[in-house]
């Protein structure tokens, strides 16, 4: 288990075991491949992000990580890896995420976009994310760091 802050100094614990915060999480958060760039959404408030999002009612979680990259980029996912989960204790409530991988097929042009301006693909992720005002808050906190680490450390995907 990781323990840091986020930019905003909210406590974010990580872990990479089976769903150790919530059996059901409420939120989803997809780190996605398409063929060798990184497939990310540019949200219209907070920037460029992996896609994510709120899980719906009657949907599992894995079921709106493939639905919340389609909205927001336009991506299919072919596969999906389950990475770990976070928690977020943010000033009014806490929130727990399930981090994906996801291998993505095709990106098709969608009509709407919802609250992104759709999908950016990126060779590599810059090396200074943190400063970078490009990007959104998301990305910068040791999620991204630790969950790349372990998605790099996989052989299996
Ligand atoms: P609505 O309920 O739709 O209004 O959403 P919201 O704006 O309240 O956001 P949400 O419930 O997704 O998240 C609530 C708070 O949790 C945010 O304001 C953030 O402070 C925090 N949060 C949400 N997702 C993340 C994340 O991926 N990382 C970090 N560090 N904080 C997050």
Not at 57 to 85: D, F, M, N, P, W
């Amino acid at each position: 288990m990781y323990q840091f802050e986020d930019i905003y100094h909210n406590k974010v614990m990580l872990s990479f075991k089976d769903h150790p915060y919530s059996k059901e999480p409420k939120h989803v958060w997809v780190i996605c491949k398409f063929e060798d760039q990184w497939l990310l959404t540019s949200h219209k408030n907070r920037g460029l992000e992996f896609p994510g999002g709120k899980v719906e009612i009657g949907e599992s979680a894995e079921q709106a990580a493939a639905r919340e990259v389609k909205e927001e980029t336009g991506g299919h996912v072919s596969k999906l890896h389950y990475i770990g989960q976070y928690k977020v204790e943010g000033r009014e409530k806490i929130i727990i995420k399930n981090v994906y991988f996801a291998l993505i097929d095709k990106v098709e042009k969608q009509s709407t976009y919802f609250e992104t301006n759709g999908p950016v693909l990126l060779k590599q992720l810059p090396a200074n994310i943190r400063k970078d005002h490009r990007f959104s808050f998301i990305m910068k906190d040791s999620v991204l760091t630790y969950s790349m680490q372990k998605i790099m450390e996989s052989n299996s995907f």
